[in-house]
Every structure is written in structure tokens, then in C-alpha cells.
């Protein structure tokens, strides 16, 4: 049961926006579920539970899926725009070594 009155449907909004996301820049990309799984490491299952808005990822997994897509993490969680965004500026070489 949600602490707060807002937080189930704060929750259910973030998961829409990220899949719904998630899913358009995978088409973009022309990147299927395989592909996705082979560029993450992440379990098609859990891939399909982020795709059909069931489920959020966890930080290290939102990096991996960034990185995959070559989108900014606050544009994917809904919590930015991707005006001025450069792909090199989403995930430095560093980064990658913490999420691998």
C-alpha cells in the first residue's frame, strides 16, 4: 500500500513514460528485444516488464538501457528534453566501468 496518497499514480506514470519511451527509441533505433538483450545483458523478461510499463529498472540497469539506446536518462524518465543533449555527454567511460 502506497505511503503517500499521490505515489501509485506518480509511479504509474513514470512506468507509462518509460516504456512508452523506451519503446519508441527502440523502433527509432531499430533495435529489437534481442538486440536490446545483447547490448544490456539484461533478461528478456525483465526487458518485457519495462517495456509493457510493469516495472521500472533499477539505477544500474537505467544506465545500461541509456547507454544501449544512446538516450539521456532524465529524457527517458520522463524528467527532461533532449534539446543540447550530445551522446557523449550520457555516459563517460567511467561510468560504463561502474555499470559493467
Known amino acids: 500500500m502506497p505511503n503517500h496518497p499521490l505515489e501509485s499514480t506518480v509511479g504509474d506514470y513514470a ?4 516504456s512508452q519511451r523506451l519503446r519508441e527509441l527502440m523502433a ?8 536490446l538483450v545483447e547490448l544490456t545483458g539484461i533478461h528478456t523478461n525483465t526487458l518485457r516488464a519495462y517495456m509493457s510499463g510493469e516495472r521500472l ?6 544506465f545500461l538501457l541509456a547507454d544501449a539506446i544512446d538516450a539521456p ?8 528534453d533532449w534539446d543540447g543533449y550530445h551522446s557523449d555527454q550520457l555516459i563517460t567511460p567511467q561510468d560504463r566501468g561502474i555499470v559493467h
Open 15 to 18: 512506468k507509462r513514460i518509460f
Open 28 to 35: 527509432s533505433r531499430e533495435i529489437n528485444l534481442d538486440k
Open 57 to 62: 529498472p533499477r539505477i544500474p540497469q537505467l
Open 73 to 80: 536518462i532524465d529524457w527517458l524518465t520522463g524528467f527532461g
